[in-house]
């Protein structure tokens, strides 16, 4: 980004799920010189990391999350891994429990810079990060996970129309590039109308049954004749 704009007064702010290939160095390779580089693990996967991690101890996650998104408390984070190590014992203690809790202390230790809140950071900005996570579902629900395959130009179309209904316009686009069109909106019940004519049955007139024989002039008791009686008693 450097290589084409100056951010020499920028800050950059980014947001991603912490996965490999976008952690906080990476983004910096992709930003490069600039003022200041904010980078923050997205909540969402956090807290997704958390339940999934402390599924033995519900009662734990809240309390955890809270020490985390709000708190920013490390010693507090510390106490509530530690108890739900120490609790356990019995059924709890399993090898898998075990392996989640190191690998949640883990995960979090490794990110703890990019866990710290948006407001703890005297950024000049009141909020910047999470439009995009929360937003893309609509486009990724519609084209991924279905086995499809999209060409450029497909993959293209789709998202327009996708935006133009987020955006309440696609009525107003489709009217400015075919002049004199309109979109037809229907009410409840000439939908029900339409719904109940597509079912009714229509009738079809069809051609009646071709009968056909075969003429043959030889001997009554030879093969072609005998095939040709035969013939005349079926229908095509």
């Known amino acids: 980004m450097a290589n084409t704009y100056d951010l020499t007064d920028t800050i ?13 160095k990476d983004f910096d390779e992709i930003v490069g010189q600039c003022e200041r580089h ?22 734990i996650q809240g309390k955890l999350i809270s020490a985390l998104e709000f708190k920013y408390d490390r010693k507090l984070t510390e106490t509530l891994l530690d108890t739900a190590e120490s609790s356990l014992i019995d059924e709890l203690d399993t090898p898998e429990n075990h392996e989640n809790l190191d690998r949640l202390r ?15 950071r005297s950024l000049s900005v009141i909020k910047a990060i999470g439009c995009c996570e929360s937003n893309h579902r609509k486009y990724t629900y519609r084209v991924k996970w279905q086995g499809k395959y999209w060409s450029e130009e497909g993959a293209e179309g789709i998202l327009r129309i996708l935006t133009c209904i987020k955006n309440n316009d696609l009525e107003e686009w489709l009217s400015s590039d075919f002049q004199g069109s309109s979109i037809t909106i229907y009410d409840e019940e000439q939908i029900k109308g339409a719904v109940r004519a597509s079912f009714k049955k229509v009738h079809e007139i069809h051609e009646g049954v071709q009968h056909g024989s075969l003429e043959a002039y030889v001997a009554g008791n030879s093969s072609l004749s005998n095939f040709a009686r035969s013939l005349s008693h079926v229908n095509i």
Do not use: C, T
């Open 12 to 24: 950059i702010i980014s947001n991603a799920d912490g996965g490999a290939g976008y952690a906080k």
């Open 38 to 59: 904010e980078h923050f693990l997205d909540v969402f996967h956090l807290n997704q990391k958390i339940k999934d991690r402390l599924r033995f101890m519900p009662e």
């Open 106 to 120: 883990s995960y979090i230790y490794r990110r703890w810079n990019d866990i710290k809140p948006f407001k703890m």
